[in-house]
Nanobody, 130 residues
Framework: QVQLVESGGGLVQTGGSLRLSCAPS????????MGWFRQAPGKEREFVAHITWNGDNTYYADSVKGRFTISRDNAKNTDKNLVHLQMNSLKPEDTAVYYC???????????????????WGQGTQVTVSS
């Protein structure tokens, strides 16, 4: 079983920045692909970013490409394993609940799909004011 806990959400003005973090625990995080999704009020959950287990490859939704950066720390100490989402040049349309997700195995065809991930966090709210 894997538990994912997101943090770092909050209220920011248009053009500002936030850094979200996801702390996985419960099993070997270093072998799992990780992703971020978001869900705005009244809309379906959508893909934001993906990073492979070793951090060698990343993938972004077109709407955040060039503004968001996903990264990970694969520490030997599992208490320090983290996945980050650095969000710059934020826009009101980025307002949503952001969810961290983990995948035991994710082929490239699944990187942007919800069913490509096995575990989900509870989400953290990001609000961008205009």
């Amino acid at each position: 079983q894997v538990q994912l806990v997101e943090s770092g959400g909050g209220l920011v003005q248009t053009g500002g920045s936030l850094r979200l973090s996801c702390a996985p625990s419960g099993r070997t995080f270093a072998t799992m692909a990780m992703g971020w999704f978001r869900q705005a009020p009244g809309k379906e959950r959508e893909f934001v970013a993906h990073i492979t287990w070793n951090g060698d490859n990343t993938y972004y939704a077109d709407s955040v490409k060039g503004r968001f950066t996903i990264s990970r720390d694969n520490a030997k100490n599992t208490d320090k394993n983290l996945v980050h989402l650095q969000m710059n040049s934020l826009k009101p349309e980025d307002t949503a609940v952001y969810y961290c997700a983990a995948a035991n195995f994710a082929p490239p065809s699944a990187w942007g799909k919800m069913n490509g991930y096995d575990y989900w966090g509870q989400g953290t709210q990001v609000t961008v004011s205009s």
